[in-house]
Each structure stands twice: as C-alpha cells, then as structure tokens.
C-alpha cells in the first residue's frame, strides 16, 4: 500500500526533521493520519517540547509548518498541546459538531497523494467484503489496521483479515469527521492554529 511506502514514510521523514531543524527542536513529529473520502489528505500530527504556550504561539508554529509542508500535508498537534491552551479533550465531539456548522462552506481540496490513497482505501475494503463506495474516513497503520467507515454511530464493526494483518472496521460519526477537515482546511487558509479554529467555532455558532 502506498501509505505504508518507502517514498510516504521518505517524504514525511524529510519534512518532519525541517520542521524539527527550523523550531530549534521544539516541534517534534508523532504520527501521520490518512484520510481516503476527504480528498485523500494525509494529516502530520506533532509533539510541543514546552510546558507553556499561547493561542499566539501556536499560530506561528502552524503557519511556520505549513510554509514547510505546502500543500503536501494537512498538520496538527497532539490533544496534549491543545489542552495547555484551554481545550477540553472530553468534550472534543462538540467542538467538531459547532465546526461542521460554523465553517460548513470551507472547501476541501484534493492532496497530491489523493488518487494513491484511494487506491489504498478500496484495497482495504475489497479485503475486508465491503462496497467500494464506502466511505472510508480514516486508515489507522499501527500493530492492526484500524479502517474508520463515515457513519451515523461510533461502534466496532467487524474484524477481519488482509495478508495475515488483523483489520479492525470502526463506524465513526460523520459529522465530527466532516467538522474536523473543515476547520483543518480553514486554520490552514487563515494561518491559524488548528485549536484557536475549534475555540472560536463555539462563538460562531450561535450554539
């Protein structure tokens, strides 16, 4: 699969120790996210080596990361980091339900890695005795496979088996899925952090 490729891994490994270079070591690279129905974005996820940081701060990081990965990637921080600036993790699903309402008209672009990834995605599925046309939110590469379907519940599927590697097929609410690259898309657009979209997604929607 091309997500689990030499030239992926290559291109994320380059970028991440730029990004690594250029932050003097503060930003460190964790884990890539791929993302096949929704243009087949792959998203970068980073650690902040800094016990305190502001909104602002966060705001050049951001915008300095994505001079870096152009529009090869989509980039965040862990959960970890967001919250030393006043997210609430356990409450993360309404933050991304008010995104999908307050930036519903946030365009979402294609990667150059779309095709790849989709290509990825309808492996996976023929493997695993699903439609081709399912709509796959997420492919997770870890000890399993982890295969997110866009769908009305959170809930375990089914688990199967490609190659010798244990699938695992999750049903993820579509809304959050669909809140979270639209403010993804939107940070992105106006060089802001991921976190400041979600906090100000509350007063946007008037909810």
Same mark, same amino acid.
């Given at each position: 699969?091309? *997500?689990?490729?030499?030239?992926?891994?290559?291109?994320?490994?380059? !970028?991440?120790?730029?990004?690594?270079?250029?932050?003097?070591?503060?930003?460190?690279?964790?884990?890539?996210?791929?993302?096949?129905?929704y243009g087949g974005n792959i998203?970068?996820?980073?650690?902040? $080596?800094?016990?305190?940081?502001?909104?602002?701060?966060?705001?050049?990081?951001?915008?300095?990361?994505?001079?870096?990965?152009?529009?090869? #990637?989509? !980039?965040? #921080?862990?959960?970890?980091?967001?919250? $030393?600036?006043?997210?609430?993790?356990?409450?993360?699903?309404?933050?991304?339900?008010?995104?999908?309402? =307050?930036?519903? /008209?946030?365009?979402?672009?294609?990667?150059? #890695? *779309?095709? %790849?990834?989709?290509?990825?995605?309808?492996?996976?599925? $023929? *493997?695993?005795?699903?439609?081709?046309e399912t709509k796959v939110w997420?492919?997770?590469?870890?000890?399993?496979?982890?295969? #997110?379907?866009?769908?009305?519940?959170? =809930?375990?599927?089914?688990?199967?088996?490609?190659?010798?590697?244990?699938?695992?097929?999750? /049903?993820?609410?579509?809304?959050? *899925?669909?809140?979270?690259?639209?403010?993804?898309?939107?940070? %992105?657009?106006? $060089?802001?952090?991921?976190?400041?979209?979600?906090?100000?997604?509350?007063?946007?929607?008037?909810?």
């Amino acid at each position: 699969m091309y *997500c689990l490729s030499d030239e992926l891994l290559g291109n994320i490994k380059k !970028i991440s120790q730029e990004i690594y270079e250029k932050t003097k070591g503060v930003v460190s690279y964790e884990e890539y996210i791929v993302l096949p129905y929704y243009g087949g974005n792959i998203i970068l996820r980073f650690d902040l $080596k800094k016990e305190k940081v502001t909104l602002d701060e966060l705001d050049r990081y951001e915008a300095l990361m994505y001079e870096i990965v152009k529009d090869d #990637f989509l !980039i965040d #921080f862990m959960g970890d980091v967001y919250k $030393k600036v006043g997210l609430d993790i356990s409450h993360l699903d309404e933050y991304l339900i008010k995104c999908a309402h =307050s930036y519903h /008209e946030e365009k979402i672009l294609s990667s150059p #890695f *779309c095709e %790849k990834v989709k290509k990825d995605a309808e492996y996976l599925l $023929k *493997c695993v005795d699903l439609p081709k046309e399912t709509k796959v939110w997420e492919i997770q590469l870890e000890e399993e496979i982890n295969l #997110f379907i866009l769908g009305k519940k959170n =809930s375990l599927v089914k688990q199967e088996s490609a190659d010798g590697e244990t699938v695992n097929i999750f /049903e993820v609410k579509s809304e959050e *899925c669909e809140g979270l690259i639209k403010a993804a898309f939107y940070a %992105k657009r106006k $060089k802001l952090s991921l976190v400041k979209v979600l906090l100000e997604s509350e007063k946007l929607s008037g909810r």
